[in-house]
């Protein structure tokens, strides 16, 4: 589930079976009033960048993917899974147990529940081009792009440590990437590990990036994220 570049798609040198990104003139989704943070609905990630990251999970807007990322969580999926696809000034995408962009879990993709806005610290399903096949990969992102929000699912966004996020290792795939130490749900009470563990745990890491992706997600606009 390889995502393809975004670029090559505005260009119109998409490969096949790329989506092509929405123009910045689409419709934005209607804003929702944020619930308050409760702990069953807060998403921990320790990441190798040195701290925790808190994420809100949003069952009001994305039942089926929230109850999704704490299933998966609380088996345990995404420790030590890495950032395989990180754009500057875009978005980092993980989730993928192969770290090639082409894995995911065993669980039947879902269907999309779209209705919250792509802005700084969302965290969104990724898919492929089928629109109802959103699985385990995710991605957060770096700056606003609400011409996405009518495409993709946004269940969440972090409310604290983005610095920990801002820090992640980029590229297409990274050289040395960043990762998931360990995922947790807050109201399972898991202490955040120690800055000094979670940093040894981001020891060099070499990937190669799969020959035919499938997974795909809009290409960064060429303009500058939106403040």
């Given at each position: 589930m390889r995502l393809m570049s975004i670029l090559?798609?505005?260009?119109?040198?998409?490969?096949?079976?790329?989506?092509?990104?929405?123009t910045p003139a689409a419709i934005p989704v209607a804003a929702r009033p944020v619930p308050p943070a409760e702990p069953e609905n807060i998403w921990y990630l320790d990441l190798s960048t040195g701290g925790r990251v808190a994420i809100q999970l949003r069952p009001d807007a994305a039942p089926a993917h929230v109850e999704r990322i704490k299933t998966l969580t609380r088996q345990g999926f995404y420790n030590g899974l890495?950032?395989?696809?990180?754009?500057?000034?875009?978005?980092?995408?993980?989730?993928d147990?192969?770290?090639?962009?082409?894995?995911?879990?065993?669980?039947?993709?879902?269907?999309?529940?779209?209705?919250l806005p792509h802005l700084r610290g969302a965290v969104a399903m990724a898919r492929t081009e089928a629109e109802e096949s959103g699985n385990s990969q995710f991605y957060i992102m770096f700056g606003s792009r609400l011409y996405m929000d009518?495409?993709?699912?946004?269940?969440?966004?972090?409310?604290?440590?983005?610095?920990?996020?801002?820090?992640?290792?980029r590229g297409e795939p990274p050289a040395n990437p960043s990762l998931i130490v360990r995922a947790s749900i807050g109201s399972d009470n898991v202490a955040p590990l120690p800055a000094e563990e979670l940093i040894a745990a981001g020891r060099?890491?070499?990937?190669?990036?799969?020959?035919?992706?499938?997974?795909?997600l809009p290409e960064a606009a060429p303009t500058a994220p939106a403040q």
């Open positions: 090559a798609a505005l260009t119109a040198l998409a490969l096949p079976g790329v989506v092509a990104a929405q890495a950032f395989h696809r990180v754009i500057d000034g875009f978005m980092a995408q993980g989730g147990p192969t770290g090639t962009g082409a894995g995911g879990s065993e669980l039947p993709s879902l269907v999309a529940e779209r209705g009518r495409s993709y699912t946004v269940f969440g966004r972090v409310i604290q440590g983005m610095n920990f996020i801002d820090a992640i290792e060099p890491r070499v990937q190669v990036p799969a020959a035919n992706a499938t997974l795909t």
